[in-house]
């Protein structure tokens, strides 16, 4: 599994690929640390080459967003999920926690 | 029935999702079904790794496998501390996400995603899981979806 950010004007954008599991979890945690350390809370996660989650990486993706949304400072936002994490996503309730869009530019656009 | 151990790691996952993945495909299940045999074996094994050895490194998980005109049988076999699924504390998928403590999806994924899934313990053969994925089962059992 691996992370990319990139800073953008208004916010940043995360690319995942591979697969996330309670072994690579705190990796994709560890990343998004770094960059709400950095005052960052506007965030756009990028999953299309990502074709595995369970629920260790869900927890993540929660966690992170509850980071984001505190104090009104931002949000995470989700975009390019295959239907396997959109089922994994849906299966553990976190459907209605989180923005999801078809698309990266959409989902910069959202900011 | 085929029988491989893998240590008790999180690098394991990969190999051990792959090589269910692999079994469920041979079974003739689609592949909608492979991804969630994929998913239930990796929460699954997990599980053992956190809870039945404490950590990573303690044991080995034993994976089987057998395949018959009904589909997939799954068995996980570990050495570590006894695991009761009845004292595990169901999810809480109703209340708002924010409140929720973090932990317990992997029970719900298990029983959600496959047809059966039954635990066993004896001081001599440690925790053995066994869970079926049949041909034509079902896809998703408590489903649950608020929409966005």
Redesign the interface.
Known sequence: MDVITANLKRCVLLTASG?I????APKLQSVINEVTDEGNYKLVLDLSDVD?I???G??VL??A??KC?RFNRGELVLTGLQ??IH??L???????????FEDTTQAVGSF | MITVSFPGRFSSLDRIRNFYSTAARQAGLEEKAVNQVELAVDEAASNIIQHAYGGENKGDIECSYSIDSSGLLVIMRDFGKSFNPEVVKQPDLESDVCCREEGGLGLHFMHSLMDSVEFSFNAHGGNLLTMTKRLGGKQEKHRISKGA
Do not use: E, H, M
């Not at chain 1, 849906?90 to 999801?100: C, E, Q, V």
């Open positions: 697969r599991d309670s072994g690579t595995f369970s629920s260790a869900l927890w929660v966690n967003q509850k949304k239907n396997r089922d994994a849906d299966l553990a309730g976190f459907i209605p926690y989180f923005k999801i």
